[in-house]
């Protein structure tokens, strides 16, 4: 007799567990698509990062540069001045590209 009821009923499948199968099953595909594409992601991430550190670097290396120059153009451009002082060329020199003649040179006008 039992075996004609869960024939009839069309078996196990049939029965209350198949909604929570299927919503089992779903969760499981959802879970496997999240966590496969947080991998992705965080790839992305690892690059960007190791980009962004290559950027800093290569930045880092022209703030120095930049530095180094203007610290070369200050003492050039004071040293003019130093001449000025003596001498009738680097006087006309100082007056055409030097503003004023403070320790501190403006900026050459643009050409």
């Given at each position: ?14 029965g ?21 594409l947080?991998h ?11 980009a962004?550190?290559?950027?800093i ?7 120095n ?18 001449a ?7 006087k ?9 003649n403070?320790?501190?040179p403006a ?5």
């Amino acid at each position: 007799m039992n075996d004609d009821s869960s024939s009839s009923n069309g078996g196990i499948l049939a029965g209350p567990l198949v909604p929570i199968l299927l919503l089992s099953i779903t969760f499981i595909v959802l879970l496997i698509w999240q966590i496969n594409l947080a991998h992705s992601q965080s790839g992305q991430l690892a690059s960007q990062h190791d980009a962004m550190e290559n950027a800093i670097t290569r930045q880092t290396t022209a703030v120095n540069q930049a530095h180094q120059l203007e610290s070369s153009v200050e003492k050039l451009a004071n040293d003019l001045i130093d001449a000025a002082k003596t001498d009738d060329a680097a006087k006309a020199i100082a007056a055409k590209y030097i503003r004023n003649n403070s320790a501190t040179p403006a900026a050459s006008p643009a050409q």
